[in-house]
């Protein structure tokens, strides 16, 4: 069965950092291209960082998380990671990664195969 669990998610206060971990089973993320999107109440969802797969391993970010947000894989532990510094009440969301086969990055939900649960971030004092 192939599966990817969402995990890191928290309460922080703004300025704070989180990790999230994307981790696939049932397949190697290795050859995929992996996407970290977010979903707030009442917005669209948003792809805020995208990667690769192994052949190239290419980074992008939404110009709203550049600079912030950092996006890495860990091959060993079949696992995509999401950096988050200097995080600002409006990065509130559930945040979901994503998966679909293929060294291209791709930018719309639409294509992308595999998705997780999702996990909250909720940035506030």
């Known amino acids: 069965q192939l599966q990817l669990v969402e995990s890191g998610g928290g309460l922080v206060q703004p300025g704070g950092s989180l990790r999230l971990s994307c981790a696939a089973s049932g397949f190697s993320l290795d050859y995929y291209s992996v996407g970290w999107f977010r979903q707030a109440p009442g917005k669209e969802r948003e792809g805020v960082a995208f990667?690769?797969?192994?052949?190239?391993?290419?980074?992008h970010y939404a110009n709203s998380v550049k600079g912030r947000f950092t996006i890495s894989r860990d091959n060993a532990k079949n696992t995509v990671y999401l950096q988050m510094d200097s995080l600002k009440p409006e990065d509130t969301a559930v945040y979901l990664c994503?998966?679909?086969?293929?060294?291209?990055?791709?930018?719309?939900?639409?294509?992308?195969?595999?998705w997780g649960q999702g996990t909250q971030v909720t940035v506030s004092s």
């Open positions: 990667l690769s797969s192994s052949d190239d391993d290419s980074t």
């Open positions: 994503a998966a679909t086969p293929g060294t291209v990055m791709v930018f719309t939900p639409l294509s992308y195969n595999y």
